[in-house]
T-cell receptor
């Protein structure tokens, strides 16, 4: 149990376009979902924390108007990168936690975004 | 910052040898977790050790925690080529949200 999926796994888009990444908890209800960004050979940087039905909490330095997060249900959160630029190219990973185990996060397989 | 710092950054060993990775952090924590990440993939949770625990085992994995030294170690015994991956420690303090270190890249040669 505790499987998290992400879609798409890879996406290439042109500068100025928007890209939506979905994160789903397949077999459990995710009270909280997290979005991370990871550069090559670097750590995961938390971008935002989202709870179902409420606005996401963004980390300092993350533009909330550029990275739109919607946590529409207990099994789905989406990250939309708006007006993407080449510097937004990165590996985006989501994770989800359950009510009874908030310290343990279950990670999705990640989405590789390339902006040309 | 609670961010853990893994050491070494890279480790290359032969199959069958043991691999030890260390993690140091700066502030007090509630728990520390170790994760594994295969290249270009998501993270897999390995072990969570709480601040009042000193050692935990899971299969070929052994994690120790020394809160007085603010450090943890991950030992993989009898390593296999399939253990090749990056390993991250993540610490949680007042907030339950873990903060990740930069990771140790482990290569196990067959």
């Amino acid at each position: 149990g505790a499987v998290v999926s992400q879609h798409p796994s890879r996406v290439i888009c042109k500068s100025g376009t928007s890209v939506k990444i979905e994160c789903r908890s397949l077999d459990f209800q995710a009270t909280t979902m997290f979005w991370y960004r990871q550069f090559p050979k670097q750590s995961l940087m938390l971008m935002a924390t989202s709870n179902e039905g409420s606005k996401a909490t963004y980390e300092q330095g993350v533009e909330k108007d550029k990275f739109l997060i919607n946590h529409a249900s207990l099994t789905l959160s989406t990250l939309t990168v708006t007006s993407a630029h080449p510097e937004d190219s990165s590996f985006y990973i989501c994770s989800a936690s359950r009510d009874n185990s908030i310290y343990e996060q279950y990670f999705g397989p990640g989405t590789r975004l390339t902006v040309t | 910052s609670q961010q853990g710092e893994e050491d070494p950054q890279a480790l290359s060993i032969q199959e069958g040898e043991n691999a030890t990775m260390n993690c140091s952090y700066k502030t007090s924590i509630n728990n520390l977790q170790w994760y594994r990440q295969n290249s270009g993939r998501g993270l897999v949770h390995l072990i969570l050790i709480r601040s009042n625990e000193r050692e935990k085992h899971s299969g070929r994995l052994r994690v120790t925690l020394d809160t007085s030294k603010k450090s943890s170690s991950l030992l993989i015994t009898a390593s296999r080529a399939a253990d090749t991956a990056s390993y991250f420690c993540a610490t949680s303090g007042g907030s339950y949200i873990p903060t990740f270190g930069r990771g140790t890249s482990l290569i196990v040669h067959p």
